[in-house]
T-cell receptor
Framework: DGGITQSPKYLFRKEGQNVTLSCEQN?????MYWYRQDPGQGLRLIYY???????QKGDIAEGYSVSREKKESFPLTVTSAQKNPTAFYLC???????????FGPGTRLTVT | GDSVTQMEGPVTLSEEAFLTINCTYT??????LFWYVQYPGEGLQLLLK?????DKGSNKGFEATYRKETTSFHLEKGSVQVSDSAVYFC????????????FGQGTILTVHP
């Protein structure tokens, strides 16, 4: 089945530690995205990538980093510089139809 | 900048009631408009879309019409079911940044039997 997988579903970390969230897609999509979701604030774009080895900052990139070494994979690292990292993180991908994005099930990160 | 505003929630309805969730937008060009739905504990799914003025998107009994004159894209359903309980997001895409979406804040819908 084609789709997007994110792992793990729940992640717990201590303050000051970096953590990497996984996102893999087998839809053969060129573009991939990372969003952060907080209650009452909708989705905010962290980073996006249109092609391999290239990515752009979104609206809230500070404290995050990404890589795009393969078309299928777009991991997100939440660094210790992110001041409020506890949130629900969603990965998405899209093909040629602009605006039609396919989402993974999300990773809920809790930092204490 | 571009933005999407949705009606405040939560919205609570009885089964078979009529649903309207308001959405208005501000954009510098001619956006495509979307409604996404998020069921509890899941990612978002595309519900419907419209790419130009006066287009009507529809899916699973939901409808929304792209109204350029009022910059709106209100979501409607004639008879809601308990299974429609979810968070609904309105979004726009200007096509200038590859697939990039601007989302509203989401509206929580709860339907009671």
């Amino acid at each position: 089945d084609g789709g997007i997988t994110q792992s793990p579903k729940y992640l717990f970390r201590k303050e000051g530690q970096n953590v990497t969230l996984s996102c893999e897609q087998n839809l053969n999509h060129d573009a991939m995205y990372w969003y952060r979701q907080d209650p009452g604030q909708g989705l905010r774009l962290i980073y996006y990538s249109q092609i391999v080895n290239d990515f752009q900052k979104g609206d809230i990139a500070e404290g995050y980093s990404v890589s795009r070494e393969k078309k299928e994979s777009f991991p997100l690292t939440v660094t210790s510089a992110q001041k409020n990292p506890t949130a629900f993180y969603l990965c998405a991908s899209s093909g040629l139809a602009a605006g039609e994005q396919y989402f993974g099930p999300g990773t809920r990160l809790t930092v204490t | 900048g571009d933005s999407v505003t949705q009606m405040e929630g939560p919205v609570t309805l009885s089964e078979e009631a009529f649903l309207t969730i308001n959405c208005t937008y501000t954009a510098t060009g001619y956006p495509s408009l979307f409604w996404y739905v998020q069921y509890p504990g899941e990612g978002l799914q595309l519900l419907l879309k419209a790419t130009k003025a006066d287009d009507k998107g529809s899916n699973k009994g939901f409808e929304a019409t792209y109204r350029k004159e009022t910059t709106s894209f209100h979501l409607e359903k004639g008879s809601v079911q308990v299974s429609d309980s979810a968070v609904y997001f309105c979004a726009l895409n200007l096509g200038t940044s590859y697939g990039k979406l601007t989302f509203g804040q989401g509206t929580i819908l709860t339907v009671h039997p």
